[in-house]
Each structure stands twice: as structure tokens, then as C-alpha cells.
């Protein structure tokens, strides 16, 4: 069994920055992607940033520039600094390990169970 878990959200003002983890554990042998997406109330879950286990980011346009994704890879764990932020940031963000190669089941693809950030004016 995989499992996602973040953590390091909360309420911070406009301006201000927050660290998002979000550490995968179970029989791992590797991960392909970690990705970090945001569900803003009445909205789809839109993808904020990704990064391969090579160490290739990919940004979406709203946060280039002010979010930074990295990952550790012996650690199986994903971060994303999010600085300069804005109350339109404001949403569940969720972590998802895609092409995660298990011990067990071959590859599949988890979602973390999400954590709120509030971004206020």
C-alpha cells in the first residue's frame, strides 16, 4: 500500500510564504513524477506545478516565478515553496506520485489527502 501525505499548509497573509511537503511511503521502488496540484472552491483541480525524478520542473503560468517544486528522491518526498503569494493561491492542495513503481503491483499512480492554504488580503 502507498500512501501521500502533506503537510505545511495554513493561513498566511498576502505577500507572505509557505513550504508544502509531501512524503510518499509504502513498498516504493521509485516515483517518475511528484506533482502538486489546487482546488479552489467551485473550481476544477488544476495542475500547479510537477517535477520528474531527473529533476525537471514544470510550472503553471499563475505561480512561474514565484513557486519553486523540488523533490528528494531518497526520501520520496516532493516540497513546494510558495512565495509572493496571492489570495487567488488560496485552495486544497493536493500532492499526486504518478508512475509510482511499487514492490508489489507494478506502477500505479496516488493522491495525497490534501491540505488547505489561505491566502488572506
Known amino acids: 500500500q502507498v500512501q501521500l501525505v502533506e503537510s505545511g499548509g495554513g493561513l498566511v497573509q498576502a505577500g507572505g510564504s509557505l513550504r508544502l511537503s509531501c512524503a510518499a511511503s509504502?513498498?516504493?521502488?521509485?516515483?517518475?513524477?511528484m506533482g502538486w496540484y489546487r482546488q479552489a472552491p467551485g473550481k476544477q483541480r488544476e495542475l500547479v506545478a510537477a517535477?520528474?525524478?531527473?529533476?525537471?520542473?514544470n510550472y503553471a503560468d499563475s505561480v512561474k516565478g514565484r513557486f519553486t517544486i523540488s523533490r528528494d528522491n531518497g526520501k520520496n518526498t516532493v516540497y513546494l515553496e510558495m512565495n509572493s503569494l496571492k489570495p487567488e493561491d488560496t485552495a486544497v492542495y493536493y500532492c499526486?506520485?504518478?508512475?509510482?513503481?511499487?514492490?508489489?503491483?507494478?506502477?500505479?499512480?496516488?493522491w495525497g489527502q490534501g491540505t488547505q492554504v489561505t491566502v488572506s488580503s
Open positions: 509504502g513498498s516504493i521502488s521509485s516515483i517518475n513524477v
Open positions: 517535477i520528474t525524478s531527473g529533476g525537471s520542473p
Open positions: 499526486k506520485g504518478i508512475g509510482i513503481r511499487t514492490m508489489t503491483v507494478g506502477y500505479i499512480d496516488a
